[in-house]
């Protein structure tokens, strides 16, 4: 007798509004001779404002008509640099997160809304009076997306200063959420708060937490990163981790990889929601789409943006090379620090002959190469081909839903809505209605207890 079926997995989404990355297009790609009138507008919506709040009320009210689990901002705590400069391309207009999330808590009704904060260059009780905040002022939407930060450079604009080693950075980061759920659970229902008395290695806090229980009784916490590290954080503490990989079998990894981590925690599968961050490009026929797709990437990664990231690999100036010739012949400067504000490349050398292999290979440029390997996984093609392939990641356990990150702000995510999301509720894969209130119902997560691992 053959085994039941496995139920159909119902996909998450959430949505990105691009605004610390040098990812954005400046120009709306012209309009394919195949398109249909009344879907233009869709198709290519207008350009706005990095910073003006109508640009967020905008991407925010789309995910809440798409029915997404949440609202997803990034964060800069410094402007990058290159060469002493700040990089023409990238973002400047970066208002802090959880300000811009309290507005939009009375604009919309469902949709979640995240914000990333650092653990290396803040406080526990501040941030979380401020989180518990955000969950009261939405009704149980709040969530909070942990980072570390890794260079002294970001930390010249803080009183503390210097940069932490990356070991340290996560034990810091650990303690940070620890003491940040013990102040929130501190003020229980119905019961009188219980004073807290916490002694660790980085934070020491003493005292009575002023906000009472939130909704949620602790804001989803959402993980960002794909190293050894930041799995087994992102296992033992994370509800949802927000990572990047570049295809379906990667993504089976990654999602075994980390799932396989939670018995030690006496977690489930389900209690955290691997969302890896995607693009898309939609279009009538296929050869449109990767006509769109290309231009894109073309416009993403300019000659000036091409010899950046080169730069960043090799770490010496190599603005006399052409970006439309050859890869460098030399070796990297493991030493080289001509990025201030971007995290550094491991192993530059492995990456430098990964990309003069594939660039030998296909006979490609240094822009080229630059746009082939540096894009996130793409979503190209019609949007019943974009609907399919999705559902495809998610019921094969490459991921349990996507963090949508357009290339338009703030109309990048309207034709996604319009044409997409019809089509995955037609597959019975994603929701026709929220069901509850709270981001912790959307994503399907447990009542938050953290209990200790295993030894």
């Keep these: 007798m053959s085994p039941e079926p496995r139920p159909r997995k119902q996909i998450h989404l959430a949505a990105h509004f691009p605004g610390v990355n040098n990812t954005t297009v400046w120009a709306v790609p012209p309009a394919s001779p195949t398109t249909t009138p009344g879907r233009d507008a869709a198709r290519h919506p207008s350009l706005g404002s990095q910073i003006d709040f109508a640009s967020f009320v905008h991407l925010a009210r789309t995910a809440e008509r798409g029915l997404f689990d949440f609202f997803f901002l990034a964060e800069g705590l410094r402007l990058r640099e290159h060469k002493g400069r700040i990089h023409d391309l990238d973002v400047l207009g970066r208002p802090e997160s959880l300000t811009v999330l309290s507005a939009l808590a009375a604009v919309t009704e469902r949709l979640g809304l995240a914000g990333t904060v650092s653990a290396t260059f803040n406080e526990p009780y501040e941030l979380a009076r401020r989180l518990a905040s955000l969950d009261h002022l939405s009704g149980g939407r709040a969530a909070w997306n942990v980072v570390t930060t890794s260079d002294a450079f970001t930390g010249e604009n803080f009183r503390r200063g210097g940069y932490l080693d990356r070991a340290d950075r996560y034990t810091r980061a650990a303690e940070f959420l620890a003491t940040a759920r013990e102040l929130w659970d501190s003020r229980p ?267």
Excluded: C
């Design 189 to 455: 229902i119905g019961e009188p708060p219980r004073p807290v008395d916490h002694r660790g290695r980085h934070f020491t806090v003493r005292g009575e937490f002023g906000v009472p229980r939130s909704p949620q009784g602790h804001p989803v916490v959402i993980q960002a990163g794909d190293s050894a590290e930041g799995r087994e954080f992102a296992a033992s503490a994370a509800d949802v981790i927000f990572t990047r990989h570049s295809g379906l079998e990667a993504g089976r990894a990654f999602y075994a990889d980390v799932k396989r981590r939670l018995p030690a925690y006496r977690r489930r599968p389900a209690d955290l929601k691997i969302m890896p961050g995607v693009t898309f490009v939609l279009g009538d026929t296929p050869a449109e789409a990767q006509e769109q797709a290309a231009e894109i990437r073309r416009q993403q990664v300019s000659p000036q943006s091409a010899l950046l990231a080169l730069e960043q690999v090799w770490g010496v100036d190599l603005s006399s090379y052409d970006p439309d010739g050859p890869l460098p012949d030399i070796d990297p400067d493991p030493d080289g620090e001509l990025a201030q504000g971007r995290v550094r490349i491991a192993d530059p050398k492995a990456v430098a002959d990964r990309w003069r292999e594939l660039s030998r290979a296909k006979g490609l440029s240094i822009r080229e190469t630059v746009i082939e390997t540096t894009g996130r996984q793409s979503f190209v093609g019609t949007p019943e081909s974009v609907a399919r392939e999705m559902d495809a990641f998610v019921q094969s356990d490459a991921a349990d839903g996507f963090i949508l990150v357009p290339h338009l702000t703030p109309g990048g995510l309207d034709p996604f809505v319009a044409r997409v999301v019809p089509l995955l509720q037609e597959r019975g894969v994603y929701r026709t209605e929220y069901t509850g209130n709270t981001l912790r119902s959307h994503l399907e997560l447990p009542d938050p207890v953290r209990p200790t691992r295993k030894d």
